[in-house]
């Protein structure tokens, strides 16, 4: 069984958006697509901005520092091939957005 952790509230993220949100001393970019949340690490490969307060467009997060581009459901970097940041497994339980650690 993986043990979840809170790191976020669900109406702290409006749809069609993401916050960068702080849980156990580590930042996650969290997302809302359409009410579905997703979480990846907040920390750009490139050269660590912040993902969370990146723009999203459909399922693609730009990274506000230099533009690189991620797919918030799977971490996966569109700009460069082979990178990707971690995803994570997400439960929503009442209000309460929480993920599994690894
Ligand atoms: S730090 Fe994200 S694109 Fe440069």
């Given at each position: 069984?993986?043990?979840?952790?809170?790191?976020?509230?669900?109406?702290?993220?409006?749809a069609g958006a993401?916050?960068?949100?702080?849980?156990?001393g580590k930042e996650y970019a969290v997302?809302?697509?359409d009410g579905?949340?997703?979480?990846i690490d907040n920390t750009c490969v490139h050269r660590g901005g912040p993902?969370?307060?990146g723009e999203l467009e459909g399922d693609t997060v730009t990274c506000p520092w230099h533009g690189w581009q991620y797919n918030v459901k799977t971490g996966v970097c569109l700009t460069?091939?082979?990178?990707k940041v971690?995803?994570?497994?997400?439960q929503v339980e009442g209000g309460d957005?929480?993920?599994a650690l690894p």
């Amino acid at each position: 069984m993986p043990t979840y952790i809170r790191v976020a509230g669900t109406s702290d993220v409006a749809a069609g958006a993401g916050i960068v949100a702080t849980a156990g001393g580590k930042e996650y970019a969290v997302f809302n697509l359409d009410g579905t949340f997703h979480v990846i690490d907040n920390t750009c490969v490139h050269r660590g901005g912040p993902l969370g307060e990146g723009e999203l467009e459909g399922d693609t997060v730009t990274c506000p520092w230099h533009g690189w581009q991620y797919n918030v459901k799977t971490g996966v970097c569109l700009t460069k091939d082979g990178i990707k940041v971690a995803c994570y497994d997400v439960q929503v339980e009442g209000g309460d957005i929480k993920i599994a650690l690894p």
